[in-house]
């Protein structure tokens, strides 16, 4: 019954394909790839970047196909490639960099993008009062001024030393970068509600060489523009693709179905026995590495967020056990069958990241890949709980519980909770998960602090040094619970006085310049007091395998063909369909 079932659902998602009247248009199949997006959009026409309700759009080919990036950070080679940036340079006290802009490149509707746009988009971030525009806290914490010496020259003043300027706004160090958008469409517009969508004026509009055709909640079709600046002006040539497709899939059964059936090109991250599952029936598909473990390491770790303001998880004690009673090495096996590995810290463990990790290890501060339940259950023991006849913590009779948001958006998550709740049961925990669609979990639970326990990668952000994940538990992020928490950092509410001294620390590494030899010793000195408080709990290192389809299309990205990383959800994801070539 399960498999007619699957099988129906199928069918009637390809019969609404092939009716469409988008995809009636004659493009051949060979001509188009089709990517997996793993989540539904609630509003498909909101095309605003800044503002919850259009993020979770930005990755449905938007900030992939449209929206172009200034720089992109190449997780290969570690240089910052040039894209409509040719260069950003600091001054010596790296208070004031100069942007260069690109000649030639124009918006789609044929105006040109030049400096103006990036002053303009700044100064909207800068003047936003409510601070819950993306990126607008940042630049209000970074930038003191932003002016322009010709049309394509830029000047941005900040308020202090800020050696990561460029790589941590506009170079995708991960997933996203900030995005600049054109003057003339945009100004006099009320940021906090434009959705930057109108089918009779052509918008949403980009600086790429695709352009939407339709945008649906489970699929969006974009088309190539052949008058795209960067072919014009001998940037690099069209894309081969004359259309690119994302479509929602939301289940792992789907999405083996149709890769192995070439109904799409790429898929996202699948379980191991799904891939083996896909190659049995698909000889065309590639991965990352081709042997075990497959995987890429995506930069973003795993782990929990505790919301320190509500009992009894506001006693350092209780999380710390919490973080205890958690087998790492059991959501390896089980969760991602051995195609990961535990954290130790809340980096991400890159070769570049190494010396910190270290510094962090050899402090004494590593989470360990096993439980220890009985110094977990201890610390429990020690506030006043007690084991009663159902092997469940009680006090004044209320039973010890713990609800856990998680993201439905991918089985990963929910995979991994799945196992974190009965790790916790078994340890006398009444714990349940609280699964929420993705734009809940982005756009009001997580960052509003709507939760007890929330599982995600909040942390992420740091890929060659520590300041950038490190400064999300900062003091200075700190909102009532219910406001969204700027950035979505430190949405736990962490705030004692060990997070004001943790805060001064982190000052100091962000003021040092990268490479700098005092910062391992600094990163130790600040961890100390996550460990002792335990804001967040590392679980594991985040594996994407992720599935290419050769069929029709070649040139993917793998460690093999590592012209950069294979997230092609993410902003860089233009190097990627820029390789794609026709299969011969």
Request: net charge negative; aromatic share 10%.
């Given at each position: 019954?399960?498999?007619?079932?699957?099988?129906?659902?199928?069918?009637?998602?390809?019969?609404?394909?092939?009716?469409?009247?988008?995809?009636?248009?004659e493009?051949?199949?060979?001509?188009?790839?089709?990517?997996?997006?793993?989540?539904?959009?609630?509003?498909?026409?909101?095309?605003?970047?800044?503002?919850?309700?259009?993020?979770?759009?930005?990755?449905?080919?938007?900030?992939?196909?449209?929206?172009?990036?200034?720089?992109?950070l190449?997780?290969?080679?570690?240089?910052?490639?040039?894209?409509?940036?040719?260069?950003?340079?600091?001054?010596?006290?790296?208070?004031?960099?100069?942007?260069?802009?690109?000649?030639?490149?124009?918006?789609?509707?044929?105006?040109?993008?030049?400096?103006?746009?990036?002053?303009?988009?700044?100064?909207?971030?800068?003047?936003?009062?409510?601070?819950?525009?993306?990126?607008?806290?940042?630049m209000?914490?970074?930038?003191?001024?932003?002016?322009?010496?010709?049309?394509?020259?830029?000047?941005?003043?900040?308020?202090?030393?800020?050696?990561?300027?460029?790589?941590?706004?506009?170079?995708?160090?991960?997933?996203?970068?900030?995005?600049?958008?054109?003057?003339?469409?945009?100004?006099?517009?009320?940021?906090l509600?434009?959705?930057f969508?109108?089918?009779?004026?052509?918008?949403?509009?980009?600086?790429?060489?695709?352009?939407?055709?339709?945008?649906?909640?489970?699929?969006?079709v974009?088309?190539?523009?052949?008058?795209?600046?960067?072919?014009?002006?001998?940037?690099?040539?069209?894309?081969?693709?004359?259309?690119?497709?994302?479509?929602?899939?939301?289940?792992?059964?789907?999405?083996?179905?149709?890769?192995?059936?070439?109904?799409?090109?790429?898929?996202?991250?699948?379980?191991?026995?799904?891939?083996?599952?896909?190659?049995?029936?698909?000889?065309s598909?590639?991965?990352?590495?081709?042997?075990?473990?497959?995987?890429?390491?995506?930069?973003?770790?795993?782990?929990?967020?505790?919301?320190t303001t509500?009992?009894?998880?506001?006693?350092?004690?209780?999380?710390?056990?919490?973080s205890?009673?958690?087998?790492?090495?059991?959501?390896?096996d089980?969760?991602?069958?051995?195609?990961?590995?535990?954290?130790?810290?809340?980096?991400?463990?890159?070769?570049?990241?190494?010396?910190?990790?270290?510094?962090v290890?050899?402090?004494?501060?590593?989470?360990?890949?096993?439980?220890?339940?009985?110094?977990?259950?201890?610390?429990?023991?020690?506030?006043?709980?007690?084991?009663?006849?159902?092997?469940?913590?009680?006090?004044?009779?209320?039973v010890?519980?713990?609800?856990?948001?998680?993201?439905?958006?991918?089985?990963?998550?929910?995979?991994?909770?799945?196992?974190?709740?009965?790790?916790?049961?078994?340890a006398?925990?009444?714990?349940?998960?609280?699964?929420?669609?993705?734009?809940?979990?982005?756009?009001?639970?997580?960052?509003?602090?709507?939760?007890?326990?929330?599982?995600?990668?909040?942390?992420?952000?740091?890929?060659?040094?520590?300041?950038?994940?490190?400064?999300?538990?900062?003091?200075?992020?700190?909102?009532?619970?219910?406001?969204?928490?700027?950035?979505?950092?430190?949405?736990?509410?962490?705030?004692?006085?060990?997070?004001?001294?943790?805060?001064?620390?982190?000052?100091?590494?962000?003021?040092?310049?990268?490479?700098?030899?005092?910062?391992?010793?600094?990163?130790?000195?600040?961890?100390?007091?996550?460990?002792?408080?335990?804001?967040?709990?590392?679980?594991?290192?985040?594996?994407?395998?992720?599935?290419?389809?050769t069929?029709?299309?070649?040139?993917?990205?793998?460690?093999?063909?590592?012209?950069?990383?294979?997230?092609?959800?993410w902003?860089s994801?233009?190097?990627?369909?820029?390789?794609?070539?026709?299969?011969?």
């Amino acid at each position: 019954m399960r498999r007619r079932a699957l099988l129906l659902s199928l069918a009637l998602a390809f019969l609404a394909l092939q009716m469409s009247p988008v995809l009636s248009q004659e493009v051949a199949r060979e001509d188009t790839v089709i990517f997996d997006f793993d989540r539904t959009v609630a509003d498909p026409t909101n095309f605003n970047p800044f503002t919850p309700a259009g993020t979770t759009n930005r990755g449905s080919g938007a900030h992939q196909a449209m929206w172009e990036p200034l720089f992109i950070l190449n997780y290969t080679t570690g240089q910052i490639d040039p894209w409509l940036g040719l260069s950003f340079e600091p001054n010596e006290t790296q208070d004031v960099w100069t942007l260069k802009l690109r000649d030639g490149v124009k918006w789609s509707d044929g105006e040109a993008f030049n400096a103006d746009d990036v002053v303009f988009t700044i100064n909207m971030l800068l003047n936003d009062s409510t601070r819950t525009l993306a990126n607008a806290a940042d630049m209000q914490r970074h930038v003191k001024s932003v002016s322009k010496t010709d049309d394509l020259t830029v000047v941005f003043e900040l308020n202090g030393p800020n050696p990561r300027f460029q790589v941590d706004y506009f170079s995708v160090r991960i997933v996203n970068s900030l995005l600049i958008m054109p003057e003339h469409v945009w100004a006099g517009q009320d940021p906090l509600t434009f959705t930057f969508y109108d089918t009779e004026r052509g918008w949403p509009i980009g600086t790429g060489p695709y352009t939407l055709t339709s945008s649906e909640t489970n699929r969006f079709v974009w088309d190539r523009n052949d008058a795209w600046w960067g072919a014009a002006t001998g940037f690099m040539d069209l894309p081969e693709p004359l259309r690119l497709i994302w479509l929602s899939i939301t289940n792992e059964e789907t999405r083996v179905q149709l890769i192995s059936n070439n109904e799409i090109d790429a898929a996202n991250s699948v379980s191991l026995a799904a891939f083996e599952a896909i190659k049995a029936r698909n000889p065309s598909v590639i991965t990352w590495q081709d042997e075990l473990p497959y995987a890429w390491a995506d930069p973003c770790p795993r782990q929990l967020d505790i919301n320190t303001t509500v009992k009894p998880w506001d006693n350092a004690n209780m999380r710390r056990a919490l973080s205890l009673l958690i087998d790492r090495s059991e959501i390896v096996d089980i969760a991602y069958e051995g195609t990961t590995s535990a954290s130790v810290s809340m980096f991400v463990q890159y070769g570049s990241m190494q010396p910190f990790i270290d510094a962090v290890v050899e402090a004494g501060y590593a989470v360990p890949a096993t439980a220890d339940v009985a110094a977990g259950q201890a610390l429990i023991e020690a506030e006043g709980w007690k084991l009663n006849n159902d092997g469940l913590y009680e006090k004044d009779g209320e039973v010890l519980s713990v609800e856990i948001l998680v993201n439905n958006a991918s089985t990963e998550y929910t995979r991994t909770i799945d196992v974190v709740v009965e790790q916790l049961r078994a340890a006398g925990i009444e714990a349940v998960a609280r699964p929420v669609d993705n734009s809940t979990y982005w756009g009001s639970a997580a960052p509003s602090g709507d939760y007890e326990v929330a599982y995600g990668w909040l942390s992420c952000a740091s890929v060659n040094e520590p300041w950038a994940s490190m400064n999300r538990y900062t003091a200075q992020f700190i909102t009532p619970i219910g406001q969204n928490a700027p950035g979505n950092n430190n949405t736990g509410r962490w705030n004692t006085e060990a997070t004001a001294a943790y805060s001064e620390i982190v000052a100091q590494i962000g003021a040092l310049p990268l490479g700098d030899p005092r910062v391992p010793d600094l990163v130790a000195e600040a961890y100390s007091y996550i460990h002792a408080e335990t804001p967040f709990i590392p679980l594991v290192q985040a594996s994407k395998l992720l599935v290419f389809n050769t069929t029709y299309w070649t040139g993917w990205p793998t460690a093999e063909n590592s012209y950069n990383h294979p997230a092609f959800w993410w902003n860089s994801a233009h190097q990627i369909i820029h390789n794609l070539t026709r299969a011969k």
